[in-house]
C-alpha cells in the first residue's frame, strides 16, 4: 500500500492549488484520510480531514479557503487550496487510515510531502 501525493508547486498570493493524495495497493476502502502541513522550523500540523462518509473538518487557519474533497472509486482525496497566502507555504503530507482486502485488513501511513511555496 502507498501514498502518492502530488500537485504542489509555486502559486502567488491570492492564487490556488491542488494537491491530490492517491492510495494504491489492496485497498478496499479509505476510512479517513488527512493533510498536514510542516513549515521550515515549525511542527506538522493538521489541515484537514475526511472520513469515508464524506464528513470533513478543517483546521481555524484554512477555513473558508480549503476543500478537501474524496473519490472513493479511485481511493483519492483532494485539497483545493484557494487565496493563497506565504503562511501556507509548507510541505504538505498526506496520511490515511484503510482498509484492506488481505490480512491485517488495516493499513495507516504517511505520503511522501509535497512542497507548497506561495510568494508575496
Known amino acids: 500500500v502507498q501514498l502518492q501525493a502530488s500537485g504542489g508547486g509555486l502559486a502567488q498570493t491570492g492564487g490556488s492549488l491542488t494537491l491530490s493524495c492517491a492510495a494504491s495497493?489492496?485497498?478496499?476502502?479509505?476510512?479517513?484520510m488527512n493533510w498536514y502541513r510542516q513549515a521550515p522550523g515549525k511542527q506538522r500540523d493538521l489541515v484537514a480531514t475526511?472520513?469515508?462518509?464524506?464528513?470533513?473538518t478543517y483546521a481555524d487557519s484554512v477555513k473558508g479557503r480549503f476543500t478537501i474533497s474524496g473519490d472513493n472509486a479511485k481511493n483519492t482525496v483532494y485539497l483545493q487550496m484557494n487565496s493563497l497566502s506565504p503562511e501556507d507555504t509548507a510541505i504538505y503530507y498526506c496520511?490515511?487510515?484503510?482498509?484492506?482486502?488481505?490480512?491485517?485488513?488495516?493499513?495507516?501511513?504517511w505520503g511522501r510531502g509535497t512542497q507548497v511555496t506561495v510568494s508575496s
Open positions: 495497493g489492496n485497498i478496499l476502502r479509505f476510512e479517513i
Open positions: 475526511i472520513t469515508t462518509s464524506g464528513t470533513t
Open positions: 496520511n490515511a487510515e484503510l482498509i484492506t482486502r488481505h490480512f491485517p485488513f488495516k493499513w495507516a501511513g
